[in-house]
C-alpha cells in the first residue's frame, strides 16, 4: 500500500509520521495506490491520499494534504474527486474546506450506480440522495448547478425513475439515511 494512504486511512490525531513522509518525498502527496501492490482496491483505483482524507472527513488532513500540495480536484479512475467523496458522504466542514480550496463544485462523474441520471452524477445529486441537507444546502449557496437533480435515476433503485422518488425511497429503506420529508419538499420547490 502507499505510505502516505495508509498513514492517512489509519490516522487519529498525530501527523508527525506523514509530515516527515512528505518532507522526504513532496510528490508523494498526489501518489495512487500502484495496482498489483497487496492491498489494491479496483474501487479506489487512482485515488490519492486526498480523496482518502475527505472520504472519511478528517479536515485537519484535508487542510495539511492540501497545503503539502495535494491535487484539490485529482480524479480517480472512476471520475471521483476528493470532493465528490466528501460532499457525498455527508462530510459538510470536508466539503467546505474543499472548495473553498478551488474544488469545482458542477464535476459530473459518469459512475455506473444506479442511481445516476443521463449525465452521470454530481455532488449535490448524491448529497440529495443521501439526505445531507447541510451539504445540499451549502452547495446552493455557492450556486451549484441544479440540473441533474431534474434527471431520472436511470437504475430505477427501488422500482422509481423519479429522483425525488428515490431520495424518498432510500430515506425510509437505508438504515444510515435520516428521512427528512420537508426537506425533500423545500428542493423539490426550489427546481420545479
Same mark, same amino acid.
Given at each position: 500500500?502507499?505510505?502516505?494512504?495508509?498513514?492517512? %486511512?489509519?490516522?487519529?490525531?498525530?501527523?508527525?509520521?506523514?509530515? %516527515? !513522509?512528505?518532507? $522526504?518525498?513532496?510528490?508523494?502527496?498526489? =501518489? &495512487? @495506490?500502484?495496482?498489483?501492490? &497487496?492491498? #489494491?482496491? /479496483? @474501487?479506489? =483505483?487512482? #485515488?490519492?491520499?486526498?480523496?482518502?482524507?475527505?472520504?472519511?472527513?478528517?479536515?485537519? !488532513?484535508? $487542510?495539511?494534504?492540501?497545503?503539502?500540495?495535494?491535487?484539490? =480536484?485529482?480524479?480517480?479512475?472512476?471520475?471521483?474527486?476528493?470532493?465528490?467523496?466528501?460532499?457525498?458522504?455527508?462530510?459538510?466542514?470536508?466539503?467546505?474546506?474543499?472548495? %473553498?480550496?478551488?474544488?469545482? *463544485?458542477?464535476? &459530473?462523474?459518469?459512475?455506473?450506480?444506479?442511481?445516476?441520471?443521463? /449525465?452521470?452524477?454530481?455532488? &449535490?445529486?448524491?448529497?440529495?440522495?443521501?439526505? @445531507?441537507?447541510?451539504?445540499?444546502? #451549502?452547495?446552493?449557496?455557492?450556486?451549484?448547478?441544479?440540473?441533474? !437533480?431534474? %434527471?431520472?435515476?436511470?437504475? $430505477?433503485?427501488?422500482?422509481? @425513475?423519479?429522483?425525488? =422518488?428515490? *431520495?424518498?425511497?432510500?430515506? $425510509?429503506?437505508?438504515?444510515?439515511? *435520516?428521512?427528512?420529508?420537508?426537506?425533500?419538499?423545500? !428542493?423539490?420547490?426550489?427546481?420545479?
Amino acid at each position: 500500500m502507499n505510505n502516505l494512504i495508509y498513514l492517512v %486511512e489509519t490516522w487519529t490525531s498525530d501527523s508527525s509520521e506523514i509530515l %516527515e !513522509l512528505i518532507k $522526504k518525498n513532496p510528490n508523494c502527496v498526489n =501518489d &495512487i @495506490e500502484p495496482k498489483g501492490s &497487496i492491498n #489494491y482496491n /479496483s @474501487e479506489t =483505483d487512482g #485515488y490519492t491520499a486526498l480523496h482518502f482524507a475527505a472520504w472519511d472527513g478528517k479536515e485537519d !488532513l484535508i $487542510k495539511l494534504l492540501i497545503e503539502k500540495g495535494s491535487k484539490v =480536484d485529482a480524479k480517480g479512475l472512476d471520475g471521483y474527486t476528493p470532493f465528490l467523496l466528501a460532499a457525498g458522504n455527508g462530510h459538510y466542514s470536508s466539503t467546505v474546506i474543499l472548495v %473553498e480550496n478551488g474544488a469545482d *463544485i458542477n464535476h &459530473i462523474v459518469n459512475s455506473d450506480e444506479d442511481q445516476r441520471g443521463s /449525465s452521470g452524477t454530481s455532488a &449535490i445529486r448524491t448529497a440529495a440522495i443521501n439526505q @445531507e441537507w447541510d451539504v445540499v444546502d #451549502y452547495l446552493i449557496s455557492k450556486n451549484a448547478k441544479l440540473d441533474t !437533480l431534474l %434527471e431520472p435515476c436511470l437504475g $430505477k433503485p427501488g422500482g422509481y @425513475e423519479n429522483l425525488f =422518488d428515490v *431520495i424518498r425511497y432510500f430515506g $425510509k429503506t437505508n438504515e444510515y439515511v *435520516i428521512h427528512n420529508e420537508e426537506k425533500i419538499l423545500e !428542493l423539490e420547490r426550489l427546481i420545479k
